[in-house]
């Protein structure tokens, strides 16, 4: 008797070591791994836009990138060529290149 519930007590914990190893897995799996390549996207959108690139920022506005540094870029806002802004880069949401832009108005 006493034998039967020490082997219990074994198998129970290594049960208990491979639970914990699969909720791991599975948490990985589940946000860390997708988040990472949500980053990956975004940095590269980053360093793939360009001069004349339509972009959205995080807080709404659309507007065209006219300057461009390595943190930093120069977005004009509406029509008056007179609103043009500095702002970093992680500011940036949505990028739209320039050739996307014409190719797309083209199919209208």
Do not use: H
Not at 17 to 45: C, D, H, N, T
Request: proline letters at 2%.
């Amino acid at each position: 008797m006493i034998l039967a519930s020490a082997d219990g007590g074994v198998m129970g914990g290594g049960f208990m070591i491979i639970w914990m190893v699969a909720i791991i897995g599975l948490m990985y799996f589940m946000m860390i791994r997708p988040q990472k390549k949500e980053q990956k996207r975004v940095q590269s959108m980053l360093n793939e836009m360009g001069v004349g690139d339509a972009v959205v920022t995080t807080g709404g506005f659309y507007g065209i990138i006219i300057d461009l540094t390595e943190e930093d870029v120069i977005v004009e806002f509406g029509n008056n060529k007179n609103c043009r802004i500095p702002m970093r880069k992680a500011a940036i949401a949505e990028v739209e290149k320039q050739s996307d832009a014409i190719e797309s108005n083209d199919n209208k």
